[in-house]
């Protein structure tokens, strides 16, 4: 009986110990970068570059994602896209 006693403390005590420590750890928010690159040999990189901006903003709102940015890198000529 004395055994089984320890044994429920011992467990009782290693979960709490678990669950504290859990709750000391700070969370970071998890960040996603995600860069995309248009075609060299499409004729027209700047509006391509501005339409995939605005489709991809677009799908975001539709899905509800908050805080994020869509953003084309670099000089307009460059076709990269940074999200």
Not at 26 to 48: F, G, K, V
Request: charged residues 15%; positive net charge.
């Amino acid at each position: 009986m004395h055994q089984r006693f320890t044994s429920a403390i011992t467990i009782l005590l290693l979960v709490s110990v678990g669950l504290g420590c859990s709750l000391l750890r700070p969370s970071s928010p998890l960040t996603w970068h995600l860069l995309l690159e248009i075609d060299p040999a499409t004729p027209n990189r700047e509006a391509a570059t501005q339409q995939t901006v605005n489709i991809i903003e677009s799908r975001l709102n539709a899905f509800g994602v908050h805080n994020y940015k869509v953003l084309a890198q670099g000089p307009p000529p460059n076709g990269r896209i940074l999200e």
